[in-house]
């Protein structure tokens, strides 16, 4: 069963960073697109950033390109994904869900073009 776990939301001050963790399990594919996507109130899902596993490939949104990094653990063993915001803003408040889909099928920003979801952490920045 594939699992993915988000972790590291909470309450920040403009300006300040967050490290959020995606630990995933139970996949049946080798190569793979981890997704972090967020949702705001009365907003719709919106893709933020994304990552191969086979070449490391990233793609981020405009709204975060410079602030956000996403990376994936170096150690296998660990299946962790994680996303290190700096800088944030108020507007970056949502809550963050990682994704997941087989790059065979899918890749990029797009929430359809995942099939695989975590529950959730909040993000909130304060002004």
């Known amino acids: 069963e594939v699992q993915l776990v988000e972790s590291g939301g909470g309450l920040v001050q403009a300006g300040g960073s967050l490290t959020l963790s995606c630990a995933y399990s139970g996949f049946t594919f080798d190569d793979y697109a981890i997704g972090w996507f967020r949702q705001a109130p009365g907003k719709e899902l919106e893709g933020v950033s994304c990552?191969?596993?086979?070449?490391?490939?990233?793609?981020?949104a405009d709204s975060v390109k410079g602030r956000f990094t996403i990376t994936i653990s170096s150690d296998s063993a660990k299946n962790t994904v994680y996303l290190q915001m700096n800088s944030l803003k108020p507007e970056d408040t949502a809550v963050y869900y990682c994704?997941?889909?087989?790059?065979?099928?899918?890749?990029?920003?797009?929430?359809?073009?995942?099939?695989?979801w975590g529950q959730g952490t909040q993000v909130t920045v304060s002004s």
């Open positions: 994704a997941a889909v087989d790059l065979r099928v899918g890749y990029g920003l797009e929430p359809e073009e995942y099939a695989y």
């Open positions: 990552i191969s596993s086979s070449d490391g490939m990233t793609h981020y």
